[in-house]
């Protein structure tokens, strides 16, 4: 079984910065793309930034210039550096993995989630 745990959430101010982490547990190969999705309440969940097992990086045009998605592969980790942070940014943040689990079996998982709230 893989777990996802993020951290890292929390209140701040409008212009503030937070980071997020996320790390996987468990027994597999690897782990090839990885995201964050957030979902505001009353709203979809949607699409912040994705970067893939090479490094290729894709964002949210309402976070580009703002937040910044890496990951350690060494540690099965995957971060988001959010800055000038906006009150509309305030969502639940989820980490999203495709983890290789044999030569051909790949699994999708997600994380609990964690809150991040910016007070304006």
């Known amino acids: 079984q893989v777990q996802l745990v993020e951290s890292g959430g929390g209140l701040v101010q409008a212009g503030g910065s937070l980071r997020l982490s996320c790390a996987a547990s468990g027994s597999f190969l690897s782990i090839n793309a990885i995201g964050w999705y957030r979902q505001a309440p009353g709203k979809q969940r949607e699409r912040v930034a994705t970067?893939?097992?090479?490094?290729?990086?894709s964002y949210a045009d309402s976070v580009k210039g703002r937040f910044t998605i890496s990951r350690d592969n060494a540690k099965n980790t995957m971060y988001l550096q959010m800055n000038s942070l906006k009150p509309e940014d305030t969502a639940v943040y989820y980490c999203?993995?495709?983890?290789?689990?044999?030569?051909?079996?790949?699994?999708?998982?997600w994380g609990q989630g964690t809150q991040v709230t910016v007070s304006s």
């Open positions: 999203n993995a495709e983890v290789r689990l044999g030569l051909v079996r790949i699994e999708n998982y």
């Open positions: 970067i893939s097992s090479g490094g290729s990086t």
